[in-house]
């Protein structure tokens, strides 16, 4: 394949491989090893031309060939540099030259660019599709409850500050255009503050992510999750709620002033009310359990409404599906399972 490199981009490499020796202090001490073998080695020639006569310039030869070997292998760039390069190479290669009107236009398809940038990354468009299959095979072996469990561990290591924040190398999401294979769908609230895979600790294609205000399950979201349970089979369905959740406070007003908001919200949020028990909730004096237990409502009626659907129930009942409900403490980071 056409590997298109325009001027301008080996000198951004050359800068960015500059970049990449400061922040290296290794490489730093390797150059300065190399520098000063080299010196002394000079000095002793001067005087005794002959390598022959002098072991020690020989040994010196040797000091300064493996030193230089091992400079090379230090400076070999790291995947974020890598990645910063593929992008770059990839711009310079879109930006080219356009041809003059007597000139055909000589520009390599999408599928030479993407293996021109396959072989720069290291492996080919072929090894990409298998590493997507091999990973769809491994997301399709696992049980409902391995995955709820990796879930689950994902957020002990969010709340305790110990996030593992997992990264795709180049290799892995070129490997993700060709096919994803999330193991979990979420159906979250669209909060700022309630950022699904980081509290989930889970990298890209990890999750299959819905999020409205109110975690509310309408035709939209509930399509949504129709497609990742048929055709991406995910093993686990999250209905999560969270605390402080706006929606769910503004539901809880009474059907006047709700109707005073713009239509489509207005709709939502009498949505989520016809599902609130709010008898039970007025007899709750603390704010704060009041406020769970309203959220907690809301994710047991979205559950009970997904369980109404019978494909959904004999996926359960083979167990090849989960259903869960969940809670999100904000102050805490903890996300409590209450339903399965």
Partial sequence: PRILVQPQAVSRIATLLFLAIMDRPEVALGCAAVA??????????????????????????????????????????????????????????????KPRASEPEDRPTQDEESNSVALLSGFTMQQARDHAQQGASVAKA?????VLLDLQRGNARFWMGKAQRPEKSAFERRALIMQQYPSVAVLGCSDSRVPVEIVFDQGLGDLFVVRVAGNGLDVSTSASLQFAIHHLKVKVVVVMGHEACGAIKAAQLDEATIKKEPADLAKALLGIKAGLDEQRLKCIRDPRSQDREAVASNVENQVEQLAKDPALMDLVNKDQLSIVGAFYEISSGIVDFFHH
Avoid at 49 to 55: F, G, K, L, Q
Avoid at 142 to 146: K, M, Y
Wanted: charged letters at 15%; hydrophobic letters at 45%.
């Fill in 142 to 146: 696992r049980t409902p409850t391995e």
């Fill in 36 to 97: 000063i073998s080299g010196v002394a080695l000079l000095a002793s020639l001067q005087s005794f031309p002959t390598i022959v006569d002098r072991p020690e310039v020989v040994l010196g030869c040797a000091a300064v060939a493996i030193s230089g070997v091992a400079l090379f292998a230090s400076m070999r760039p790291s995947s974020s540099l890598q990645d910063a390069l593929l992008l770059q190479l990839m711009q310079d290669s879109r930006e080219g030259r």
